[in-house]
């Protein structure tokens, strides 16, 4: 099936309101309609300063979205991708304990559940299932809250939407939590080419068993609304018939569908009162308010979510796209709603037989949707930011000011606080020492410049100037102390500029080493998947007390390169160094074995060796290692002598780690060079 005419921008509604929703939520997550009421009010705007908490956050409802579907894309497209595919992907994004989820406890949080299950050997769907999990925590919302990306790549397709949320809901949940999800994905789906929430409503229905109580309570809800026009009666009647003390668990997923029926049928089809009516109504907010959303960002499109301006409702200025996604994969961490909107698309184009949707030569920052800004904001300086009619991004200020974008932990302060936070902010920068920076300026009063972080994390700028073609500048991004966290331009007069695009290409020449003062920055430019990494007289120790644990840093566009570092083992039965990695069960890797072997191993969710010899070594010994990966060639040596070559296509592009298995290894410094 063909996609919409207006598939992009009604992506980048779906994807904006989204995330708009789950900010607006997230403050009170788990409150009532009566403490919502004393505490707040109604919900009409963002309330994260009466409660002192940020508003860009990292959220299990906004990262499980955007991970979770990354399946389809891993698994080749396919439309008929299984809930065990699915699976997989949550072993290779999740990191125990860290990432992505609410990570409750067995029996306790659902998602964590299923997650032992997968670690255990258990497939889904049985990993999700009543049998195995029982009726009560196979029941609750997270079917629900991660399943709008899987409508979305199936605009006006109903069928296949369906078919992908009930594979992607049965890898954790079962039974009325999958009717819900399958529900919701079909209105998602038709929100594409109907725009009318009694039809959409209709045509969910006819997805799920009449008789099933997400049906019931549906109809009682839409006649309820045939007779009580005020959402706050309509709220009452369904608080008393299929609230909480009726559905156990933690977060059961009745009586949430429930308040997400009801605001759309209250809501008039008005993206602002619709999203107000959600989170007014209490319990799971941020859910709830998500997925409606994303259901009224692909109704309206952007034009409905900034109506809400006449209002005094800037639902868009506040958030400037921004989102993190913090999985194994680092890269998409530090993200937007413009990158995440374009991987849907891309992934729908595909199911759709259609060219790939690629604006400006693929720039990273292209500024293509109306009203987005990327991220970037003013940073220092005066200046005003915006994009009324898309394609470039408007710049006006005073000289010396600084408008940017992150590419990586924004600033020490919010690194720490997302530290102490129930979801940790797990990122790995977004550019590199190497790499080719290029923009598209409308002046030559402006320039562009990357700021990164110096050996005691203070903030260090370079400034590119490009003489020769100041309106398309490029330059070769040059060696720096520490991680480049943002790019930008800086203004060097009283201008008013625009900025067409901004990206980068090709491989990165860096070295890694721990610096010799107190910075941290660095640190946590590495994605940790041991489960212990500290550093010691050496770099890094990586401790993993059972199975394969992995460090890594780079990104999925990382194609040729060499990969060298010291490898230490203490005590392990493996130990090595990756390239290519996409995850933690995706990449390949040179590793010795405590067997005496070295072995060239390809991981695609299931582990095989590509190559393998044998090789003397003890534990203490110091093992200088290099793997080399350009096109389907693959080569590793140690301590200067080539001991394996292999051929594999699997995967094309991917970041550096470092591996341990049942043990310890230390290592001083890792070094990635290009193949040429």
Same mark, same amino acid.
């Given at each position: 099936?063909?996609?919409?005419?207006?598939?992009?921008?009604?992506?980048?509604?779906?994807?904006?309101?989204?995330?708009?929703?789950?900010?607006?939520?997230?403050?009170?997550?788990?409150?009532?309609?009566?403490? /919502?009421?004393?505490?707040?009010?109604?919900?009409?705007?963002?309330?994260?300063?009466?409660?002192?908490? $940020?508003?860009?956050?990292?959220?299990?409802?906004?990262?499980?979205?955007?991970?979770?579907?990354?399946?389809?894309?891993?698994?080749?497209?396919?439309?008929?991708?299984?809930?065990?595919?699915?699976?997989?992907?949550?072993?290779?994004?999740?990191?125990?304990?860290?990432?992505?989820?609410?990570?409750?406890?067995?029996?306790?949080?659902?998602?964590?559940?299923?997650?032992?299950?997968?670690?255990?050997?258990?497939?889904?769907?049985?990993?999700?299932?009543?049998?195995?999990?029982?009726?009560?925590?196979?029941?609750?919302?997270?079917?629900?809250?991660?399943?709008?990306?899987?409508?979305? *790549?199936?605009?006006?397709?109903? %069928?296949?939407?369906?078919?992908?949320?009930?594979?992607?809901?049965?890898?954790?949940?079962?039974?009325?939590?999958?009717?819900?999800?399958?529900?919701?994905?079909?209105?998602?789906?038709?929100?594409?080419?109907?725009?009318?929430?009694?039809?959409?409503?209709?045509?969910?229905?006819?997805?799920?068993?009449?008789?099933?109580?997400?049906?019931?309570?549906?109809?009682?809800?839409?006649?309820?609304?045939?007779?009580?026009?005020?959402?706050?009666?309509?709220?009452?009647?369904?608080?008393?018939?299929?609230?909480?003390?009726?559905?156990?668990?933690? #977060?059961?997923?009745?009586?949430?569908?429930?308040? /997400?029926?009801?605001?759309?049928?209250?809501?008039?089809?008005?993206?602002?009162?619709?999203?107000?009516? =959600?989170?007014? #109504?209490?319990?799971?907010?941020?859910?709830?308010?998500?997925?409606?959303?994303?259901?009224?960002?692909?109704?309206?499109? *952007?034009?409905?979510?900034?109506?809400?301006? %006449?209002?005094?409702?800037?639902?868009?200025?506040?958030?400037? %796209?921004?989102?993190?996604?913090?999985?194994?994969?680092?890269?998409?961490?530090?993200?937007? #709603?413009?990158?995440?909107?374009?991987?849907?698309?891309?992934?729908?184009?595909?199911?759709?037989?259609?060219?790939?949707?690629?604006?400006?030569?693929?720039?990273?920052?292209?500024?293509?949707?109306?009203?987005?800004?990327?991220?970037?904001?003013?940073?220092?300086?005066?200046?005003?930011?915006?994009?009324?009619?898309?394609?470039?991004?408007?710049?006006?200020?005073?000289?010396?000011?600084? =408008?940017?974008?992150?590419?990586?932990?924004?600033?020490?302060?919010?690194?720490?606080?997302?530290?102490?936070?129930?979801?940790?902010?797990?990122?790995?920068?977004? /550019?590199?020492?190497?790499? @080719?920076?290029?923009?598209?300026?409308?002046?030559?009063?402006?320039?562009?410049?990357?700021?990164?972080?110096?050996?005691?994390?203070?903030?260090?700028?370079?400034?590119?100037?490009?003489?020769?073609? $100041?309106?398309?500048?490029?330059?070769?991004?040059? #060696?720096?102390?520490?991680?480049?966290?943002?790019?930008? *331009?800086?203004?060097?007069?009283?201008?008013?500029?625009?900025?067409?695009?901004?990206?980068?290409?090709?491989?990165?020449?860096?070295?890694?080493?721990?610096?010799?003062?107190?910075?941290?920055?660095?640190?946590?430019?590495?994605?940790?998947?041991?489960?212990?990494?500290?550093?010691?007289?050496?770099?890094?120790?990586?401790?993993?007390? +059972?199975?394969?644990?992995?460090?890594?840093?780079?990104?999925?566009?990382?194609?040729?390169?060499?990969?060298?570092?010291?490898?230490?083992?203490?005590?392990?039965?493996?130990?090595? /160094?990756?390239?290519?990695?996409?995850?933690?069960?995706?990449?390949?890797?040179?590793?010795?074995?405590?067997?005496?072997?070295?072995?060239?191993?390809?991981?695609? @969710?299931?582990?095989?060796?590509?190559? +393998?010899?044998?090789?003397?070594?003890?534990?203490? %010994?110091?093992?200088?290692?290099?793997?080399?990966?350009?096109?389907?060639?693959?080569?590793?040596?140690?301590?200067?002598?080539?001991?394996?070559?292999?051929?594999?296509?699997?995967?094309?592009?991917?970041?550096?780690?470092?591996?341990?298995?049942?043990?310890?290894?230390? &290592?001083?410094?890792? +070094?990635? &060079?290009?193949?040429?």
């Amino acid at each position: 099936m063909a996609t919409t005419a207006d598939y992009a921008e009604q992506v980048y509604a779906g994807v904006l309101g989204k995330v708009i929703g789950v900010y607006l939520g997230r403050p009170f997550e788990g409150w009532s309609y009566e403490r /919502i009421q004393q505490r707040l009010g109604d919900i009409d705007y963002y309330v994260h300063d009466k409660l002192d908490v $940020p508003l860009i956050v990292t959220d299990d409802d906004i990262a499980g979205t955007f991970t979770f579907l990354r399946a389809l894309e891993d698994h080749g497209t396919n439309p008929d991708i299984s809930s065990k595919d699915i699976g997989e992907s949550w072993l290779n994004y999740l990191i125990k304990n860290r990432s992505v989820l609410w990570w409750g406890g067995l029996g306790q949080s659902t998602e964590h559940t299923a997650y032992l299950r997968l670690a255990s050997g258990i497939e889904a769907p049985l990993s999700g299932s009543m049998a195995t999990n029982g009726q009560v925590v196979a029941e609750q919302i997270g079917a629900q809250i991660f399943i709008d990306g899987w409508a979305m *790549v199936a605009p006006g397709d109903p %069928d296949q939407a369906v078919k992908f949320a009930e594979a992607a809901a049965r890898v954790s949940h079962d039974g009325e939590a999958v009717y819900g999800a399958k529900m919701l994905a079909a209105m998602e789906s038709m929100a594409f080419v109907e725009n009318d929430i009694q039809q959409l409503i209709d045509i969910g229905l006819t997805y799920i068993p009449k008789d099933s109580v997400i049906a019931r309570m549906i109809a009682d809800l839409r006649a309820w609304h045939e007779v009580e026009k005020d959402w706050r009666g309509t709220r009452e009647l369904l608080a008393a018939n299929y609230g909480y003390d009726k559905y156990g668990g933690n #977060c059961h997923m009745v009586p949430n569908h429930g308040l /997400i029926i009801h605001s759309l049928l209250h809501g008039d089809g008005d993206f602002s009162k619709t999203l107000k009516i =959600v989170n007014t #109504c209490g319990w799971d907010t941020d859910c709830n308010s998500g997925n409606v959303g994303c259901l009224m960002g692909i109704l309206v499109g *952007v034009e409905g979510i900034d109506a809400g301006l %006449d209002r005094g409702f800037d639902w868009r200025g506040p958030v400037a %796209d921004r989102l993190y996604s913090p999985t194994a994969d680092g890269d998409r961490c530090i993200s937007d #709603c413009a990158r995440e909107a374009m991987q849907i698309i891309n992934m729908g184009h595909t199911l759709a037989g259609e060219d790939r949707f690629e604006p400006k030569q693929g720039a990273q920052f292209h500024f293509t949707f109306k009203g987005s800004v990327q991220g970037f904001q003013v940073k220092s300086g005066t200046a005003q930011v915006s994009n009324p009619s898309g394609g470039s991004l408007r710049i006006a200020g005073e000289a010396g000011a600084r =408008v940017g974008t992150p590419v990586f932990a924004p600033s020490v302060e919010v690194a720490e606080y997302f530290e102490k936070s129930h979801y940790t902010l797990m990122a790995s920068p977004r /550019i590199f020492p190497g790499q @080719h920076l290029r923009a598209g300026l409308s002046s030559p009063d402006a320039n562009l410049y990357v700021a990164y972080y110096g050996e005691n994390d203070e903030v260090c700028f370079i400034d590119v100037d490009a003489p020769d073609d $100041p309106l398309e500048p490029s330059i070769q991004v040059p #060696c720096v102390s520490g991680p480049i966290f943002e790019v930008g *331009v800086r203004l060097n007069k009283d201008v008013s500029i625009e900025l067409d695009h901004l990206g980068w290409r090709g491989n990165p020449q860096v070295v890694f080493e721990r610096p010799k003062h107190r910075g941290r920055m660095w640190k946590r430019a590495w994605v940790d998947a041991v489960d212990q990494l500290v550093s010691w007289t050496e770099m890094f120790r990586l401790v993993q007390n +059972e199975g394969l644990g992995m460090i890594s840093q780079g990104t999925r566009e990382w194609t040729d390169y060499i990969v060298r570092a010291d490898v230490t083992p203490h005590l392990a039965t493996r130990a090595g /160094i990756a390239a290519r990695v996409q995850g933690l069960t995706r990449f390949y890797a040179l590793m010795v074995t405590r067997d005496q072997k070295v072995q060239l191993v390809k991981s695609l @969710h299931q582990e095989s060796v590509l190559a +393998e010899s044998e090789f003397g070594w003890s534990f203490g %010994d110091t093992l200088h290692m290099s793997l080399g990966v350009d096109g389907d060639e693959l080569w590793g040596e140690i301590n200067g002598q080539v001991v394996l070559s292999a051929r594999d296509s699997s995967l094309d592009s991917g970041a550096i780690g470092l591996v341990i298995a049942d043990g310890r290894s230390a &290592t001083h410094k890792v +070094e990635v &060079t290009k193949t040429d």
